[in-house]
């Protein structure tokens, strides 16, 4: 099972810092993040529509770098990241809701991401309709359709296979029970407990996706 940093190494670094997903490359199998566009068009590494109050498809990126989010830290690029950690796969998470600022109702934001998508990487999104554009697009680049703990994890997957994604990428909480695991990949989110990690693994699946790769490799071993 693949030990995969959720955002970096938030348990000790700010969320989506470059920092933080050098600290973890020797030990993950993998990192996660999150892409928002700036509004002067850079690939912005944030969860939140939001960096220290400022909206992120409303400011520039000469603004963004300056700013402070935890420690000294700074935003990151997109491409720093991929440069950061060229030996590790990177969960490329493309936030583009209908309902926040910087939207993309064509999807460009997950094309350009695609285009920077390397052997390994998977480009993933909550929205269906995102990572389908990417798919009929990006015949060679694996995609993942991600699933909130509210969502139906048996519809994902079904749906995954019919546009077909590479994973499913699912709320822990969605998994009760033995998944299949044949021809999709399936990483849970967001797993900081090594006895519901190994649980998961005894479940079958893919991955775990965790706050503090570090503390969850020595626990349950990343080869598990």
């Given at each position: ?12 670094f ?36 939001e960096i ?9 990126w ?17 491409d ?23 939207y ?13 998508a ?8 909550f ?11 990006f015949?060679?680049?694996?995609t ?23 994973a ?26 090594p006895?519901?990690?190994?649980e ?24 598990t």
């Amino acid at each position: 099972m693949k030990i995969v940093a959720h955002r970096g190494w938030p348990a000790r670094f700010p969320d989506n810092v470059l920092a933080g997903f050098l600290a973890v490359s020797g030990v993950a199998d993998g990192v996660e993040l999150d892409i928002r566009r700036s509004v002067d068009g850079k690939l912005v590494v944030a969860h939140d529509p939001e960096i220290a109050g400022h909206v992120i498809a409303a400011t520039p990126w000469s603004e963004l770098v300056e700013l402070d989010i935890g420690d000294g830290h700074h935003p990151a690029l997109l491409d720093e990241v991929l440069a950061a950690v060229p030996e590790i796969p990177v969960l490329l998470e493309v936030k583009n809701f209908p309902f926040q600022a910087g939207y993309e109702p064509d999807h460009r934001l997950a094309l350009e991401a695609a285009e920077r998508a390397r052997p390994g990487d998977f480009v993933t999104s909550f929205n269906p309709l995102t990572v389908a554009a990417v798919r009929r697009v990006f015949a060679g680049v694996s995609t993942g359709l991600a699933v909130a703990a509210g969502g139906d994890f048996e519809e994902a997957f079904l749906l995954s296979r019919q546009i077909g994604h590479t994973a499913v990428i699912p709320a822990e909480v969605l998994i009760e029970r033995p998944v299949e695991v044949a021809d999709l990949e399936v990483f849970a989110w967001t797993v900081n407990d090594p006895v519901r990690a190994r649980e998961l693994a005894e479940f079958g699946v893919s991955g775990i996706i965790t706050d503090d790769a570090p503390r969850l490799a020595r626990a349950i071993g990343s080869e598990t």
